[in-house]
């Protein structure tokens, strides 16, 4: 390396280096906010007391995971969930609805629990993933920016994901069904 002998450049040698750890802290940014392409390996448990890698869950056959990542977005996801379940084109499909409760103390975890429970069925309990860790990898895998939307994934059988979005059900549903034709 050759050492610079004036300020002019010193300046430059600067203005170079600091342009290529701009360039190199953009390209970091800009790869922690592309949408993670593999399912964080965090073990779950579901509303009947299972524990469950979702990773591992996924595999085999196409899944939609639809998370919430608030109490305002459970309403959506219920909603997503129903829909998705009614629907002849996700017939062959599982259907995770995820709830992110890492953010709850955790004595009301189980209170927050016992009220997602009431009205759901065995089955649909064991489909109901609670997740009270790695949030941070959560939110990069579904990109996730607003608390009070639901996000949805729709992967096929060997994990690769097919369609990302997320909102209302009357919004995405259109293009979650184009995805899976």
Same mark, same amino acid.
Request: charged share 20%; proline share 3%.
């Given at each position: 390396?050759?050492?610079?002998?004036? +300020?002019d450049?010193?300046g430059?040698m600067?203005?170079?280096?600091?342009?290529?750890?701009? *360039?190199?802290?953009?390209?970091?940014?800009?790869?922690?906010?592309?949408?993670?392409?593999?399912?964080?390996?965090?073990v779950?448990? /579901?509303?009947?007391?299972?524990?469950?890698?979702?990773? #591992? @869950? /996924?595999?085999?056959?196409?899944? *939609?995971? *639809?998370?919430?990542?608030?109490?305002?977005?459970?309403?959506?996801? #219920?909603?997503w969930v129903? #829909?998705?379940?009614? +629907?002849? @084109?996700?017939?062959?499909?599982?259907? %995770?609805?995820?709830?992110?409760?890492?953010?709850?103390?955790g004595?009301?975890?189980?209170m927050?629990?016992?009220?997602?429970?009431?009205?759901?069925?065995?089955?649909?309990? +064991?489909?109901?993933?609670v997740?009270t860790?790695?949030?941070?990898?959560?939110?990069? %895998?579904?990109?996730a920016h607003?608390?009070n939307?639901?996000?949805l *994934?729709?992967? +096929?059988a /060997?994990?690769?994901t097919?369609?990302?979005?997320?909102?209302a059900?009357?919004?995405?549903?259109?293009?979650?069904? @184009? @995805?899976?034709?």
């Amino acid at each position: 390396m050759r050492i610079p002998k004036s +300020d002019d450049e010193w300046g430059q040698m600067f203005h170079r280096g600091m342009m290529h750890a701009f *360039v190199v802290a953009a390209l970091c940014v800009a790869a922690s906010r592309c949408v993670a392409q593999e399912i964080p390996a965090t073990v779950a448990e /579901t509303l009947s007391g299972k524990q469950v890698a979702i990773r #591992t @869950a /996924t595999q085999g056959h196409r899944t *939609v995971l *639809v998370a919430g990542f608030s109490r305002e977005a459970g309403t959506g996801c #219920t909603d997503w969930v129903k #829909t998705l379940r009614a +629907d002849r @084109a996700f017939a062959g499909a599982a259907v %995770y609805e995820i709830a992110m409760l890492e953010g709850a103390p955790g004595f009301i975890r189980g209170m927050i629990k016992s009220g997602m429970r009431k009205g759901l069925s065995a089955q649909e309990q +064991d489909q109901f993933l609670v997740l009270t860790q790695d949030e941070k990898q959560w939110r990069i %895998y579904f990109d996730a920016h607003a608390d009070n939307e639901p996000y949805l *994934v729709l992967l +096929d059988a /060997t994990g690769k994901t097919l369609w990302r979005g997320h909102g209302a059900v009357a919004g995405s549903e259109p293009a979650l069904k @184009a @995805a899976v034709r």
